[in-house]
């Protein structure tokens, strides 16, 4: 079992940035897929970027260069460095350890952090 606890959501005007972190309560190492969802009202939660095993990064269509995912197996962190925000980022994001899909055997979600971008 692991617990994850997110933590840096806030509010933020648009184009402005936001440093998401997820600390794990065991090692991640062993987890090929750490990443990050979100869920905005009334919409479908969705991947937004994941970090493999490997070191390789992945992102939604969406993110279009403005996020950045990184790992520290060393400290079970997972952090998303969010930069040029915008209102349609809007949502709860959310950590997750583990992707079956992704060859991950179990999956977990922290309890999620809410970002809100507005003027």
């Known amino acids: 079992q692991v617990q994850l606890k997110e933590s840096g959501g806030g509010y933020v005007q648009p184009g402005g940035s936001l440093r998401l972190s997820c600390t794990a309560s065991?090692?991640?190492?062993?987890?090929?897929?750490m990443a990050w969802e979100r869920q905005a009202p009334g919409k479908q939660r969705e991947l937004v970027a994941a970090?493999?095993?490997?070191?390789?990064?992945h992102y939604a269509a969406f993110v279009q260069g403005r996020f950045t995912i990184s790992r520290d197996n060393s400290k079970n962190t997972v952090v998303l460095e969010m930069n040029n925000l915008r209102p349609d980022d809007t949502a709860v994001y959310y950590c997750?350890?583990?992707?079956?899909?992704?060859?991950?055997?179990?999956?977990?979600w922290g309890q999620g952090t809410q970002v809100t971008v507005s003027s």
């Open positions: 997750n350890a583990g992707r079956p899909g992704l060859g991950d055997n179990n999956a977990y």
């Open positions: 065991a090692n991640i190492a062993g987890i090929n897929a």
């Open positions: 970090a493999l095993r490997d070191g390789s990064a």
